[in-house]
Structure formats: structure tokens, C-alpha cells
């Protein structure tokens, strides 16, 4: 069995006193597919799927790992505190007029722990696409994750409603923007 080299992913490795958010890498595919595979995860974003079809995941390393691409995807990695190595992802994603959209999830057993908003703001603070504002949008049912908008500097923006592919529906949204 030959060993493929992982290509050196282009984006910045961001900081925090108690985790650091590094590029997300080959080695993180069963960790993320555990995560991302749990119903209290997928009912809270837009993109993943629950059930979890096989591959899905692979194939979201694999678009996070290309040159060129639309979306950088940070891991949220705990090791240097003795936390899991995989904690949760946040990413930006290319808009335009030199703006990103910001997403993320925590991994159940760290919700409670300020790990989200820990990384926003981190995301915010060293803001490594030079972004003039970064947006997001969180659903009605998840004020948790309004709250780690707010706490960021994120200003509510207004409401409107996104497709779940988890729930197979629309899904109201409270949007926010953050001038940088």
C-alpha cells in the first residue's frame, strides 16, 4: 500500500488559549463522520444530511482540502488542552464584494463550553481572508447560537428561512453581519 502525501492546505492556523483551529486534514474523516453523523448536529446546520450517506463526508474533506476553493474549513482541535482533537468545525465561505459567511458546529458533548464563540471571535479577530464583513445565519430554534453572533459583534440583519437538508425543509433564520 503506497501512502499518498496530504497536499499542504493554503489557510492560516488560528490561535486560542485553549484550542487552536487548524486546517481540517485526511486523519479527521471518523471523527467529523461521528459528529456530523448525530442528529442534534445535523438538525442545526443547513448542509448536512441525516442520515449521514456514506462518503459525504470524505468528499467535504476532500472540497476543503482543494486549490482553488469556495470554503475554508477550520477544525476545532483541543489537543494542546487535553480536549479531543476534534471539537467542532467552523468555516468561511467565499461571497462577494470581498465578503465571507461564517458557519459551525460543536460536537454535543463540548456544547456549554463557550468553544463557539471562542472560535468566531478568534475567526473575527485575525479574520484571514482580509474580509470587509462576514455573515451568518443561524436557525429560529437555536438562540444558543444567536447568542454567539452577538457576543462576536455580529448585528442582526433580519429574518428569512433557509433550506435543513437534515429536517427536508425550510427553515426560519435570523441572518447577522459583522463589519471588519
Not at 477544525?75 to 482533537?85: F, L, R, T
Not at 429536517?167 to 435570523?174: E, I, L, S
Amino acid at each position: 500500500m503506497t501512502i499518498q502525501p496530504q497536499p499542504i492546505v493554503n489557510q492560516a492556523l488560528i490561535e486560542t488559549a485553549r484550542f487552536d483551529l487548524r486546517p481540517l486534514r485526511r486523519s479527521d474523516l471518523g471523527l467529523v463522520e461521528m459528529y456530523a453523523s448525530d442528529p442534534r448536529v445535523a438538525l442545526t446546520t443547513t448542509s448536512i444530511p441525516h442520515p449521514l450517506p456514506p462518503g459525504t463526508i470524505d468528499a467535504f474533506i476532500t472540497r476543503s482540502m482543494a486549490e482553488p476553493r469556495d470554503e475554508d474549513v477550520w477544525v476545532m482541535d483541543g489537543i494542546k488542552s487535553g480536549w479531543a482533537e476534534v471539537m467542532g468545525v467552523i468555516s468561511l465561505t467565499r461571497l462577494d464584494r470581498n465578503q465571507s459567511e461564517v458557519g459551525y458546529w460543536v460536537a454535543p458533548a463540548f456544547w456549554n463550553t463557550h468553544i463557539a464563540s471562542d472560535a468566531v471571535q478568534a475567526l473575527v479577530s485575525q479574520n484571514p481572508l482580509a474580509n470587509d464583513a462576514m455573515f451568518a445565519s443561524v436557525f429560529h430554534d437555536n438562540p444558543a447560537s444567536a447568542k454567539v453572533l452577538m457576543n462576536a459583534g455580529f448585528v442582526y440583519l433580519g429574518d428569512a428561512e433557509t433550506y435543513c437538508l437534515a429536517r427536508d425543509a425550510a427553515v426560519p433564520t435570523w441572518t447577522y453581519s459583522r463589519k471588519l
